[in-house]
């Protein structure tokens, strides 16, 4: 079946600091894979998708590559602000049913000052 | 700017109550649906609708009933609410090829 896994949190970084948020799933086909960002009292947004093997998705400073041969979805940002703090969630589309999505169980990130 | 909203942010229910969570949208989406997120088992799919009184199980839609009467109105149903059921609610919609959901800014139910 399909499935999302992410590394389980709390991730606490200073300011400035390198992201990595893990991220590897297990699909049939060719999902599309997504990061949405969930602020403190908010629902989810979207953060950045890509659609098929190789792509690259990118927003607000944040990027993750599609890679079909390590089936792995990496959010990454290079200088993070105490403003990403946030959960953070990695989630695929099923390739044949537009309408299933998996969600990851979500990553905490604390960005200090 | 608000596309789906949740009519409540914060509901305090007692067991064995009715409970009635409402979500409409603004962006004629034809599908919508209800997650529920707990700490560390993050979202799982309560319930969806792909039209207008059509609706479909999702992975855990038992104690749970929705409805769809309006395109833009999807409601959720804890016909008999447990403390189980204490959890955040998120509804989402999205067009039948969307690139992602949209989603609400979620309710905060507890059953006491």
């Known amino acids: 079946g399909n499935s999302v896994t992410q590394m389980e949190g709390p991730v606490t970084l200073s300011e400035e600091a390198f992201l990595t948020i893990n991220c590897t799933y297990t699909?049939?086909?060719?999902?599309?894979l997504f990061w949405y960002v969930q602020y403190p009292g908010e629902g989810l947004q979207l953060l950045l998708k890509a659609t098929k093997a190789d792509d690259k998705g990118s927003n607000k400073g944040f990027e993750a590559t599609y890679r079909k041969e390590t089936t792995s979805f990496h959010l990454e940002k290079g200088s993070v602000q105490v403003s990403d703090s946030a959960v953070y969630f990695c989630?695929?589309?099923?390739?044949?049913?537009?309408?299933?999505?998996?969600f990851g169980s979500g990553t905490k990130l604390n960005v200090k000052p | 700017d608000v596309k789906v909203t949740q009519s409540s942010r914060y509901l305090v229910k007692r067991t064995g109550e009715k409970v009635f969570l409402e979500c409409v949208q603004d962006m004629d989406h034809e599908n919508m649906f209800w997650y529920r997120q707990d700490p560390g088992l993050g979202l799982r799919l309560i319930y969806f609708?792909?039209?207008?009184?059509?609706?479909e199980k999702g992975d855990i839609p038992e104690g749970y009933s929705v409805s769809r009467e309006k395109k833009e109105r999807f409601s959720l149903i804890l016909e008999s609410a447990s403390t189980n059921q204490t959890s955040m609610y998120l509804c989402?919609?999205?067009?039948?090829?969307?690139?992602?959901?949209?989603f609400g800014s979620g309710t905060r139910l507890t059953v006491v």
């Open positions: 609708s792909y039209d207008v009184k059509m609706k």
């Open positions: 699909a049939t086909g060719y999902p599309s």
């Open positions: 989402a919609s999205s067009t039948p090829r969307a690139e992602g959901y949209t």
């Open positions: 989630a695929l589309r099923e390739a044949l049913n537009f309408n299933k999505f998996y």
